[in-house]
């Protein structure tokens, strides 16, 4: 089965840093573009970053730049998402996608004090 | 960064046929076409298109993708309540080095 589990959301505080995961299973991980969106209560979807099958070119959403780092190891068929300097505006379900297969299920990041 | 425009609901009544359209331009929508998702309410996102009518396994051919220009249109025929979701399309921007999205239709089964 395709699949992708992401992990690592929860309550975090301003300033503080969190690091999500996303498991792959059911497809070649390795030949895949990767990406993290994101979804603020009640809103809509907002792309955050993207990362190249072999992770030599890695794009991001402006508002996250210099704060978050995606990264991948296809060793472990894993994505991640290192955020830091969190601001409560990054308040959100992340989900990870292949863009072109499959969406995880997500995992809430809270940024509150 | 810029988005894609779509409007923001639609109606119709039970079996009637769909279409969603998404606005973008020639670096994005017009360059590789749109991908669609579905997302019903409390569940994550569901690809149901991705560039230009290729539809993942599992998928109804009830839903049915295309692009003309720089717009993409999603048609659902015969809709039924299971259909009632906001409907999401996207697409790579080349220009921006960013994926873009619209900011979702809301379908209403009347």
């Known amino acids: 089965e395709v699949q992708l589990v992401e992990s690592g959301g929860g309550l975090v505080q301003p300033g503080g840093s969190l690091r999500l995961s996303c498991a792959a299973s059911?497809?070649?991980?390795?030949?895949?573009?990767m990406c993290w969106v994101r979804q603020a209560p009640g809103k809509g979807l907002e792309w955050v970053a993207s990362?190249?099958?072999?992770?030599?070119?890695?794009y991001y959403v402006d508002s996250v730049k210099g704060r978050f780092t995606i990264s991948r190891d296809n060793a472990k068929t894993s994505l991640y998402l290192q955020m830091s300097s969190l601001r409560a505006e990054d308040t959100a379900v992340y989900y990870c996608a292949d863009a072109d297969l499959v969406w995880g299920q997500g995992t809430l990041v809270t940024v509150s004090s | 960064q810029a988005g894609l425009t779509q409007p923001p609901s639609v109606s119709k009544g039970l079996r009637q046929t769909a279409t969603l359209t998404c606005t973008g331009n020639s670096n994005n929508v017009g360059n590789q076409g749109a991908t669609w998702l579905q997302q019903r309410q409390g569940h994550p996102p569901k690809l149901l298109s991705y560039r230009d009518n290729n539809r993942p396994s599992g998928i109804s051919d009830t839903f049915s993708a295309s692009t003309s220009g720089n717009t993409a249109s999603l048609t659902i025929t015969g809709v039924q309540p299971e259909d009632e979701a906001d409907y999401y399309c996207s697409a790579w921007d080349t220009s921006l080095s960013a994926w873009v999205f619209g900011g979702g239709t809301k379908l209403t089964v009347l």
């Open positions: 059911g497809f070649t991980f390795s030949n895949s573009w």
């Open positions: 990362i190249t099958p072999d992770g030599g070119e890695k």
